[in-house]
């Protein structure tokens, strides 16, 4: 596609139920990250990929946020048993090699637990 | 470990002014720095990337400069317009770190008033 593409853009959930976001790079892009925007507050880097690889996981905030990428494109986040400081905006990015090469960031998922 | 800031937090001129947002860095072992933009409710739109060996970059209206040395970067923006009004963010690629995994400041919001 023309750009990064995340879904949903908002998700409503109750608390303690899991969540999973979806990251759709620009094709042909090998790095991936993800990102989130709590309200307030700068943006805190999750997780990277290169290929269906993650070399850095080191900003996952706790065990019950996880990761995957398959077929060096989709990558989804995992959210399991959400709480309310979970609420944010999560946002994906990809680039076009692993180094000093521009990001390209998607328009983000809104979280909302309740 | 890096940390970036952006001065000023708020920021608001009347339409024609020229303008200059501010970035500094504490660790001048970068990859490059970036300048993107986001609109409310929108991911980030990447305006300037600048390599840790470049001293400036030029898009239109928009000039970034850099001077690693002493971990600071300037966003120029000329005879700005109402249209120009959005959250401005710096970000730092550093050395040592995975891929391209940026830090990012917490943004300038500009307002453009017509």
């Known amino acids: 596609g023309a750009g990064v593409s995340q879904s949903p853009s908002n998700k409503v959930t109750e608390k303690g139920k899991d969540v999973e976001l979806r990251c759709d790079p620009i094709?042909?892009?090998?790095?991936l990250y993800w990102y989130r925007q709590s309200l307030g507050q700068g943006l805190e880097f999750l997780i990277y990929?290169?290929?269906?690889?993650?070399?850095?996981k080191s900003g996952l905030p706790s065990d019950r946020f996880s990761a995957e990428r398959t077929g060096g494109s989709v990558s989804t986040l995992t959210i399991q048993r959400t709480q309310q400081e979970d609420s944010a905006v999560y946002l994906c990015?990809?680039?076009?090699?692993?180094?000093?090469?521009?990001?390209?960031f998607g328009n983000g998922t809104r979280l909302t637990v309740t | 470990k890096q940390e970036v800031t952006q001065i000023p937090a708020a920021l608001s001129v009347p339409e024609g002014e020229n303008l200059v947002l501010n970035c500094s860095f504490t660790?001048?072992?970068?990859?490059?720095l970036q300048w993107f933009r986001q609109d409310p409710g929108k991911g980030l739109t990447s305006l300037l990337l600048?390599?840790?060996?470049?001293r400036e970059q030029t898009s239109g209206r928009l000039n970034a400069s850099l001077d690693k040395s002493s971990g600071r970067s300037t966003l120029y923006i000329a005879a700005s317009q109402p249209g120009d009004s959005a959250t401005y963010l710096c970000?730092?690629?550093?050395?040592?770190?995975?891929?391209?995994?940026?830090?990012f400041g917490e943004g300038t919001q500009l307002t453009v008033n017509p």
């Open positions: 600048i390599q840790s060996s470049q």
């Open positions: 660790d001048s072992a970068i990859y490059n």
């Open positions: 990929f290169q290929g269906n690889s993650a070399p850095d």
């Open positions: 990015a990809s680039s076009l090699v692993s180094d000093n090469s521009p990001l390209h």
């Open positions: 970000a730092v690629s550093s050395r040592g770190t995975s891929g391209s995994r940026l830090t």
């Open positions: 094709s042909g892009h090998t790095a």
